[in-house]
């Protein structure tokens, strides 16, 4: 008999790993809900109608399909059976799917509960999705997204309120990062200039590369991609910008001076700039014009986050959407997001060793079981302990202190109470710090009050 598994790129968690997830869940939501965002959920599956599209041809391949229930091949003809073509049939055998992100399933709750919610709109979700891609080290097919949106507003202040949540998240949780930002109206701006604007996806995605493979590698790919070495001798100056984020929009502002478009993407970034230096002047935001993003998605300001203490990508990104409704019908509804990448945040603070001990503690005290009277007497403390909000459990069974003990050990108990035939009798029950060995005789209130 082989032995149960689960299926690839899921994960099981234990009970240290849950305590240390739920503190990063937790120190989220606390800056979420400080900054007046409200949780939704949506769920697990939506109509295929609802995802299918909405990313794209790969995407639409990495959507887990769910099949009908009951007889699911009755309504498929033989003619369309004996094809074996799966996108013919798709329509047939599945209605549903799993969520493949927050966002499209965030754009139907919008739009469906429109004449309910009060906009803007701030809302935070955390939740599971799930993708059929090839399982390997740092990517799964069932995994958390931590994402926080506000919908119905052009307002920078809101691009503004996202660097500051993030700030307070990274700080609160001992990560030190860097908050890049960029503003795709300057990249637009940049491909008009240069005489380029059809191909200024070929183009960010080469100058997105700068770091990895350096000027050279970036001048050949766009080379290899058809821009002529005219073009490409316009794009160097930009790539050549230095010094401060606000020095570089002036010299910005200089080459991009025939673009309406570059123009308007440098004054919101001032703009936003300005209001950052004058409330969060410790925040380290740095523009970046090599950041990229998802071109088709964002319309303004993109905003990714790296931590400056280990080497690893992106552990959280979003930016500025003008039309995200507008795929369900409903046009104009702005909005700007960041999603938190919980897996990366993870690792790194595994790998700083940044968790509080005794995160996965959930037992504070453990009452031995020495069965009979003693028994009782040791129940109604354990209610006691309970009414007074502390975590305590008796061991289930009268066996040999020693093992009990080791129980406590095992699950990092730091104390036990003894409560024996004398102990029953009088009143004062033993406290043991299972940590140095130390004991002492105490009331219920007592001890209570200690434990607090």
């Given amino acids: 008999m082989s032995s149960p598994s689960i299926p690839k790129g899921t994960r099981d968690f234990t009970p240290v790993e849950m305590a ?33 599209g909405k990313y794209g041809e790969e995407g639409d391949k990495l959507l887990f399909k769910i099949l009908n ?34 966002t499209v399933p965030f754009a139907r709750f919008v739009v469906q509960h429109s004449n309910e919610i009060t906009f803007p709109f701030k809302r935070y979700q955390i939740q599971p999705v799930w993708r059929a891609d090839r399982p390997q080290k740092g990517r799964y097919r069932e995994f958390y997204q931590c994402d926080v949106d506000v919908i119905g507003s052009n307002s920078l202040l809101y691009e503004v309120e996202m660097v500051a949540i993030s700030g307070e998240i990274f700080s609160k949780l001992g990560i030190g990062i860097t908050i890049l930002m960029n503003n795709r ?18 183009i960010t995605v080469a100058i997105d590369k700068l770091d990895k493979i350096g000027r050279d ?57 300005g209001f950052i230096a ?53 046009k104009g509804m ?74 406590a050990d095992n699950k990092k108990i730091p104390y036990t109470i003894i409560i024996g035939t004398d102990e029953a009798a009088s009143g004062l029950y033993q406290l043991k710090n299972m940590l140095n060995g130390e004991q002492e005789k105490l009331t219920a209130e007592e001890i209570i009050a200690k434990l607090k």
């Fill in 217 to 273: 590698g970036v001048n050949k790919e766009l080379a290899e991609k058809g821009l002529s070495q005219q073009t490409i001798t316009k794009l160097q100056p930009i790539l050549d910008l230095e010094g401060s984020s606000l020095h570089k929009l002036e010299q910005l502002s200089v080459i991009l001076a025939s673009s309406e478009i570059g123009l308007k993407g440098i004054e919101e970034m001032r703009i936003i700039f």
């Fill in 69 to 102: 229930s009951g007889n699911y091949l009755s309504d498929v003809s033989e003619e369309v059976y004996s094809g074996k073509e799966a996108g013919k049939m798709l329509k047939f055998i599945s209605e549903k799917g799993l969520r493949y992100d927050l």
């Fill in 334 to 407: 702005s909005g700007i997001g960041i999603s938190f990448g919980a897996d990366r945040i993870y690792d790194v603070m595994k790998e700083l060793q940044l968790f509080p001990a005794g995160l996965e503690q959930a037992t504070s005290v453990l009452l031995v079981n020495f069965g009979g009277n003693e028994e009782m007497v040791s129940l109604k403390l354990l209610r006691e302990l309970h009414e007074a909000g502390i975590s305590a459990e008796i061991y289930p069974e009268a066996v040999k202190m020693k093992k009990q003990f080791s129980y």
């Fill in 278 to 330: 004058e409330l969060h002047p410790s925040a380290n935001v740095e523009l970046d014009l090599t950041l990229a993003r998802g071109l088709n998605y964002y319309t303004g300001a993109i905003i990714e986050i790296k931590t400056t203490q280990v080497q690893m990508g992106s552990i959280s990104g979003g930016g500025r959407y003008d039309d995200l409704t507008g795929i369900f019908g409903l």
């Fill in 185 to 202: 109206k300057i990249l637009s701006g940049i491909a008009e200039v240069i005489g380029e604007s059809a191909r200024i996806t070929d």
């Fill in 20 to 52: 240390r997830r739920n503190y990063i869940f937790d120190t989220i939501r606390g800056v979420f809900k400080l900054h007046g965002y409200l949780p939704i959920e949506t769920p697990a599956m939506e109509n295929l109608s609802t995802l299918m």
